[in-house]
């Protein structure tokens, strides 16, 4: 008798265990942005090649319908949309990165970039603009090599 209640158990736990079972689950998508800083370095053969930077601050905004405008570390950690005509505090903000990958809803973002104090360039700042799409990671890097300190340089 209790060997039939535990065999009738089991076939009703594999009954409901085997429903619903998606035989073709829909995967989890992931997308973003996938960001590189580097700096020329030029060996003692004249060769050139790029090392890691290390960034003081990023900031990214989701600028989809925005047109954003950054002036430098006395925005803090706020660009100025040019449509709303008002200033927006960063969507996402990290401190001290080389390279980071970071998934992202899809859409249209601002990025911009400090420099620190401790290496040339220093306390400069660049921005530009990118599109995440639907399972894909944008690769976005910057050199920083052309950059002057305390002062705005095109991405």
């Known amino acids: 008798m ?16 085997s429903c619903g079972k998606d035989e ?3 995967s989890e998508t992931k997308q973003g942005v996938s960001l590189e800083f580097v700096k020329n370095n030029t060996l003692t053969t004249g060769q050139v090649t790029e090392n890691s930077f ?7 905004w989701k600028s989809d319908g925005k047109d954003f405008k950054y002036n430098g570390i006395s925005d803090g950690l706020y660009a100025y949309d040019n449509v709303s ?3 927006l505090k960063a969507d996402y903000s990290y401190t001290n990165i080389k390279s980071k990958t970071i998934d992202l ?3 249209k973002y601002f990025i911009t ?7 040339v360039p220093k306390l400069a ?8 799409s639907k399972s894909d990671y944008v690769k976005v890097k910057k050199n920083v ?3 002057a300190s305390l002062t705005y340089t095109t991405w």
């Open 113 to 119: 970039i400090v420099t620190d104090n401790t290496e």
């Open 24 to 26: 073709n689950p829909v």
């Open 2 to 17: 209790l060997m039939k209640r535990i065999i009738i158990l089991m076939a009703v736990i594999a009954l409901f265990t």
């Open 125 to 132: 700042y660049s921005y530009t603009t990118f599109i995440v």
């Open 85 to 87: 005509k008002t200033s």
């Open 105 to 107: 809803p899809v859409g």
């Open 54 to 60: 290390n960034i003081n601050v990023v900031m990214i």
């Open 145 to 147: 090599s052309g950059m």
